[in-house]
T-cell receptor, first 119, second 109 residues
Framework: DTGVSQNPRHKITKRGQNVTFRCDPI?????LYWYRQTLGQGPEFLTY????????KSRLLSDRFSAERPKGSFSTLEIQRTEQGDSAMYLC?????????????????FGSGTRLTVV | SQQGEEDPQALSIQEGENATMNCSYK?????LQWYRQNSGRGLVHLIL?????REKHSGRLRVTLDTSKKSSSLLITASRAADTASYFC?????????FGTGTRLQVFP
């Protein structure tokens, strides 16, 4: 397992088009996260999955955004009717959370990100 | 949303000098982590300090945590030009990581 893989690395799209990104997490990890990062800012949380269940969505995730993790493995993030303000780096991360005797997290691993440019 | 802020926003030093970055956060945490990001690249995990720890070392990195003040600091000793990057603190609240605004470090040879 070579870590968290994100595809594509770069995407240029015209305003109004739909785009879809893919994230392949570390196979043993049960949690998968999506973040968005704009230039000069820290990553902002968008949503996360525990296995195939989407447990939390940020207010940043408007109705044009949808994320899925159909079989609890890879995930896709789709943006419909893209706007110039959607231009950002979209980062995926995975982690393993253990639930016996309380919650323990064994570290997050981030992918290299997908850079979206909306023109 | 972002958990807190980092200070300074930007830091320029000469090789060999030490670099100190500070992070403040708002809510209770399980642990606090520091990440490094080279321009246009993904995040690399540097070090994790748990809420019941006060100080941790890893190579040239030293992290402190003061939960009463909700603050942390990252010290990079004997800096190198290759340390040039953005550094982010992130608080782990059980469900997810929440990042700070970052410090851009420039180390001149």
């Amino acid at each position: 397992d070579t870590g968290v893989s994100q595809n594509p690395r770069h995407k240029i799209t015209k305003r109004g088009q739909n785009v879809t990104f893919r994230c392949d997490p570390i196979s043993e990890h049960n949690r998968l996260y999506w973040y968005r990062q704009t230039l000069g800012q820290g990553p902002e949380f968008l949503t996360y999955f525990q296995n195939e269940a989407q447990l939390e969505k940020s207010r940043l995730l408007s109705d044009r955004f949808s994320a899925e993790r159909p079989k609890g493995s890879f995930s896709t993030l789709e943006i419909q009717r893209t706007e110039q303000g959607d231009s950002a780096m979209y980062l995926c991360a995975s982690s393993y959370h253990k639930f016996k005797q309380g919650i323990a997290n064994y570290g997050y691993t981030f992918g290299s990100g997908t850079r979206l440019t909306v023109v | 949303s972002q958990q807190g802020e980092e200070d300074p926003q930007a830091l320029s030093i000469q090789e060999g000098e030490n670099a100190t970055m500070n992070c403040s956060y708002k809510t209770s945490i399980n642990n606090l982590q520091w990440y490094r990001q080279n321009s246009g690249r993904g995040l690399v995990h540097l070090i994790l300090i748990r809420s019941n720890e006060r100080e941790k070392h890893s190579g040239r990195l030293r992290v402190t945590l003061d939960t009463s003040k909700k603050s942390s600091s990252l010290l990079i000793t004997a800096s190198r030009a290759a340390d040039t990057a953005s550094y982010f603190c992130a608080t782990d609240t059980t469900d997810k990581l929440i990042f700070g605004t970052g410090t851009r470090l420039q180390v001149f040879p």
